[in-house]
């Protein structure tokens, strides 16, 4: 599967944004996928995931109660929807793919990558 991140920008301090995922292939509802974000001179980290049906979600606790992953299988498009931006939020987001129903959270259980995109939150 291929994926394609997309939606960031450049955002004040409390704002919103909303990061899509689009993947190819007509597999995407067999696999769990995940958020991860990785800020200059820091190690790719665990943001949030989704099981294969959209029944099950887990959050990074930096990022719960703030941001909600969603997806949507008949248009093969992963969401994450983030409220209430901090500074500490800025990062190159990427959304990954996993052949796996269940949610994981490491970053070596995921099989597939999107290119990521830059998500700045200005103070």
């Known amino acids: ?5 997309s939606g960031g920008g450049l955002v004040q301090a409390w704002g919103c944004l909303r990061l899509s995922c689009a993947a190819s292939g007509r597999t995407f509802s067999s696999y769990a ?3 991860f974000r990785q800020a ?3 190690e790719r980290e ?3 995931a989704i099981s294969w049906s959209g029944g099950s979600t887990y959050y990074a606790d930096s ?3 703030r941001f909600t992953i969603s997806r949507d299988n ?5 969401y994450l929807q983030m409220n209430s931006l901090k500074p500490e939020d800025t990062a190159v987001y990427y959304c990954a793919a996993a052949r796996v129903s269940f949610i994981v ?5 995921y099989d597939y990558w999107g290119q990521g995109t830059l998500v700045t ?3």
């Open 105 to 109: 959270v490491d970053t070596t259980a």
């Open 74 to 78: 008949a248009k093969t498009t992963l």
């Open 63 to 65: 990022v719960k109660g």
């Open 33 to 35: 996928m995940g958020w």
């Open 1 to 5: 599967v291929q994926l394609q991140a």
């Open 46 to 48: 665990f943001v949030a």
């Open 40 to 42: 200059p001179g820091k």
């Open 121 to 123: 939150v200005s103070s």
